[in-house]
């Protein structure tokens, strides 16, 4: 398991998609045939509908900054597990909100990247 390269691809998610609003730069966070479960709504499959849904939630929330903490990692055979928190800093509100997520990580092309993608906001 490799610790380094999720903290990286974590960074990409948080830094160039949230931050800077860069929606392409999924490609480098998302697996080919990725899937997501956002709450409240259908599973969301394949790169092109994920970087649709982000850019819409990110304006929806007016997200400006966004903060990933893993909790616990593991290896499950050819996959890594990864339970986490997030805090989500949108101009909407005072409050940061609080989210807890798990994602199923894979290998892809050398690199590990997300293949599922399940989250919900605490409260």
């Not at 990933?68 to 409050?95: F, M």
Request: include cysteine; hydrophobic fraction near 50%; glycine fraction near 8%.
């Amino acid at each position: 398991m490799n610790l380094d390269a999720m903290r990286a691809t974590n960074r990409v998610f948080e830094e160039e998609v949230v931050a800077k609003g860069d929606f392409a730069a999924l490609d480098r966070v998302y697996a080919s045939d990725a899937c997501i479960l956002p709450p409240g709504a259908p599973m969301i499959s394949g790169r092109e509908a994920i970087r649709a849904y982000w850019k819409a939630a990110a304006a929806a929330l007016q997200a400006r900054a966004l903060r990933l903490v893993t909790i616990e990692a593991r290896q499950e055979g050819q996959a890594i597990i990864e339970i986490g928190r997030a805090e989500v800093d949108t101009t909407a509100g005072a409050n940061a909100l609080e989210i807890k997520y798990v994602v199923v990580w894979r290998q892809e092309g050398g690199l590990w990247r997300w293949q599922i993608d399940i989250w919900n906001a605490n409260g």
